[in-house]
C-alpha cells in the first residue's frame, strides 16, 4: 500500500520470503494490529495458526484482533456448591443457566450439564464465539488434512493400472526453459516437430515414437527439459526411478518394467522418463547381480515393444545419467535410445532466467543480474539456486544481528558466487577422459567440440 509505513513494507517483504517463521509473522500480525488494521491481522495470524495450530501467542493474537477478550472472566473462589460424585445421580448445579427437562432415567454422572452458568462477583464477560471465528477465517485457513480416495479394488487395494501414476500433460514448456537453443533444435528435431505436422509425417514415415538420452553435469535441468518435452506434446508424464523397480521377489522387477510400458501404451501420447539410466540399465558385462542383469534384458524388450504386439507408438522414452559411459551399450543403439543429447551448463541468457526465478519472491534491492551473470560461469542450475540462497542467509543473519530488517544486495549475491565452486567441475574433469579415449563411433563428439571451445583439453 501507498500509505504503509517502511518497516510495514520491511517486514510485509521478509515475511514473503519466510512464510514459515511463525514468530516474525506473530510480530508483524502485532504491528497491523497497533495500527488499526484488523483484518490484516486476523489474516496473519491464521496463516499463523496454520503453520503452528497450537501456538498459544497465536491464538491469543487471533482473539485480540478480532475484538474479543481472550479468556472469559475467572469462576469465584466459590462456586454455587457443585454436587460431588457418588453412585447414584446427583444433580450438577442446583441452578443450571439453561435447565433441560427431566429425562425419564437419570443422567449417569460422566455426562456433562448443558453450558452451567460460572458464579462471579461481577457480570460474567460474555465466552468466546467459535463459529464466528472460524466464518471470518474460512477463506484463509484450508483444510489440514485431506481424505484419501478410495481405492479401486474390492478388497481395499488399487489394481495394477493404479499403481503408476501417470501427469496430466503439464504446463510447462520449452520456452520456459531460459537459453539452450541447439538443445530446443534438437528436441524439436527428434520429437515436435513429426508430432506438430502429421501430413509430413506419414510422407516421410516418420514414426510417433523414439528415444532420447540426456546426459551432462547434475543439476543442469534434465529432468526439467523432460517435462518441457512432455509440454509440448501435450503428453501425459511418467517418471521411473530404480527404486520403483526393484523387488525383493524373484520376477517381480521385470513385471514392474512391463507395467510400466503397458501403462505408457495404454494412455498414449505418454512420456516415460528413465531417471538415472546408469542404475536402471547399468553394463551387465559389470553386473554381477542376476536380478539386475534381468531387469536391463526386460528394459530392451519393452523399448522395442515387442511384448505389446502394437509397439510402442505415442511412447516415447526420455531418460537422464549423469554417467552415460556406465549405460549398456544395448540400450543406445538404433530403435532405442538412439539419440543423445548432451544438457551443458546454463549459457547467460539461462543463468539470468533462473537468477530471476529463484529472486522473485526475495526481498531485494537495485541487484545487477548482469554483473552477477557474469560472475557465475560454469554454475548449475543448482548452483544458482545455492548462490540466491546463500546470500538470502547473509541478509537475513545480519537482520537478526542488528535488529532492522534489510534487502539482498549485488554485493550479498556475488560475494555467495565467490564461496561457491561450480559443482560441474569434478563432471567435466572425469568426462575429459572419456571424451578422448573411449569415444568409440563418435558417441561424445558434441563433450569433445564443448571441452575444445572451453580449452579443457
Not at 126 to 135: M, R, T, Y
Not at 263 to 285: H, I, M, N, W, Y
Amino acid at each position: 500500500m501507498a500509505d504503509e509505513s517502511p518497516l510495514i513494507r520491511s517486514l510485509r517483504a521478509a515475511v514473503a520470503a519466510a512464510p514459515g517463521d511463525v514468530p516474525l509473522r506473530l510480530h508483524f500480525a502485532e504491528l497491523l494490529l497497533a495500527e488499526g488494521r484488523h483484518d490484516e491481522a486476523v489474516a496473519e495470524a491464521a496463516v499463523a495458526l496454520q503453520h503452528a495450530p497450537g501456538d498459544a501467542d497465536a491464538r491469543a493474537l487471533m482473539v485480540r484482533a478480532m475484538g474479543m477478550p481472550q479468556a472469559a472472566a475467572p469462576v469465584s473462589e466459590e462456586p454455587a456448591a457443585p454436587a460431588p460424585v457418588s453412585e447414584g445421580p446427583a444433580p450438577v448445579s442446583e441452578e443450571p443457566a439453561a435447565p433441560a427437562p427431566a429425562p425419564e432415567e437419570p443422567a449417569p454422572v460422566s455426562e456433562k450439564p448443558a453450558a452451567p452458568a460460572p458464579v462471579s462477583e461481577g457480570p460474567a464477560a460474555p465466552s468466546f464465539d467459535w463459529d464466528a471465528a472460524e466464518q471470518q477465517v474460512q477463506d484463509l485457513v484450508g483444510p489440514r488434512f485431506l481424505d484419501a480416495p478410495q481405492a479401486d479394488g474390492a478388497d481395499g487395494t488399487a489394481g495394477d493400472a493404479a499403481a503408476w501414476d501417470v501427469d496430466a500433460p503439464g504446463t510447462v514448456r520449452l520456452a520456459d526453459v531460459g537459453g539452450m537453443d541447439e538443445v530446443k533444435e534438437r528436441l524439436e528435431a527428434a520429437f515436435l516437430a513429426p508430432m506438430r505436422n502429421p501430413e509430413l509425417r506419414r510422407l516421410y514415415g516418420k514414426s510417433l515414437r523414439g528415444g532420447l538420452l540426456l546426459y551432462g553435469p547434475p543439476g543442469c535441468g534434465k529432468t526439467f527439459i523432460a517435462r518441457a518435452v512432455a509440454g509440448e506434446l501435450g503428453a501425459g508424464f511418467l517418471t521411473v526411478s530404480l527404486s520403483d523397480v526393484l523387488d525383493m521377489w524373484i520376477g517381480a522387477s521385470e513385471k514392474n518394467i512391463h507395467d510400466i510400458f503397458e501403462t505408457a501404451r495404454r494412455q498414449a501420447p505418454c512420456v516415460v522418463f528413465l531417471d538415472e539410466l546408469d542404475a536402471l540399465g547399468a553394463k551387465r558385462s559389470r553386473t554381477h547381480h542376476s536380478g539386475l542383469r534381468n531387469v536391463v534384458n526386460q528394459l530392451l524388450t519393452e523399448l522395442d515393444g515387442i511384448a505389446s504386439g502394437a509397439g510402442n507408438e505415442g511412447v516415447f522414452v526420455l531418460a537422464a545419467t549423469n554417467v552415460p559411459w556406465d549405460v549398456d551399450i544395448a540400450l543406445r543403439r538404433p530403435g532405442r535410445l538412439d539419440r543423445t543429447l548432451l544438457v551443458l551448463p546454463p549459457d547467460a541468457a539461462a543463468r539470468e532466467s533462473i537468477l530471476r526465478y529463484h529472486l522473485r519472491e526475495r526481498p531485494i534491492e537495485a541487484v545487477d543480474l548482469g554483473k552477477l551473470v557474469r560472475a557465475t560461469e560454469d554454475f548449475s542450475g543448482a548452483d544458482l539456486a545455492h548462490v540466491c540462497e546463500t546470500a538470502a542467509e547473509t541478509a537475513l543473519l545480519d537482520s537478526a544481528r542488528t535488529g532492522s530488517v534489510r534487502l539482498i544486495t549485488t554485493k550479498d549475491l556475488l560475494g555467495a558466487a565467490k564461496q561457491i565452486k561450480p559443482s560441474t567441475e569434478p563432471w567435466f574433469a572425469a568426462a575429459r577422459n572419456v571424451a578422448m579415449f573411449a569415444n568409440e563411433g563418435g558417441l561424445y563428439d558434441d563433450l569433445l567440440a564443448h571441452l575444445k571451445r572451453k580449452r579443457k583439453l
